[in-house]
């Protein structure tokens, strides 16, 4: 059975940088979509980032574009996290979940049939 395993969550300031890693266990992430989203407390969930294992696509929200990047590179097993330039609103409990498919509705990703949630690691943007 699939197992996640978020990390690299830490404190940071402003414009400063962060990788997180979604280590995965029990099974590959083979021809699995793996999202990556965010809940702030009182906020809803957000889907800030995808990848589509099978063809390499790639999906983000508008607020992060530009700024996240999940490398391609070691994608199919570990899924990793680049967000740069962080901001105050970056601040967040970050999850990553396997799903089959990705899209982006209102500007936010959208993960479709996730069977598996990570509990999540902890960015907080501060000053």
């Known amino acids: 059975q699939l197992q996640f395993v978020e990390s690299g969550g830490g404190l940071v300031q402003p414009g400063e940088s962060l990788t997180l890693s979604c280590g995965a266990s029990?099974?590959?992430?083979?021809?699995?979509?793996i999202g990556w989203f965010r809940q702030a407390p009182g906020k809803e969930r957000e889907g800030v980032g995808c990848i589509v294992n099978t063809d390499g696509s790639l999906y983000y929200a508008d607020t992060v574009r530009g700024r996240f990047t999940i490398p391609k590179e070691n994608a199919k097993n570990t899924v990793h996290l680049r967000m740069n330039s962080l901001k105050f609103e970056d601040t967040a409990t970050y999850y990553c979940?396997?799903?089959?498919?990705?899209?982006?509705?209102?500007?936010?990703?959208?993960?479709?049939?996730?069977?598996?949630w990570g509990k999540g690691t902890l960015v907080t943007v501060s000053s």
């Open positions: 029990g099974a590959t992430l083979d021809y699995r979509a």
């Open positions: 979940a396997a799903g089959d498919f990705c899209t982006v509705v209102g500007g936010w990703v959208k993960i479709y049939g996730a069977d598996t």
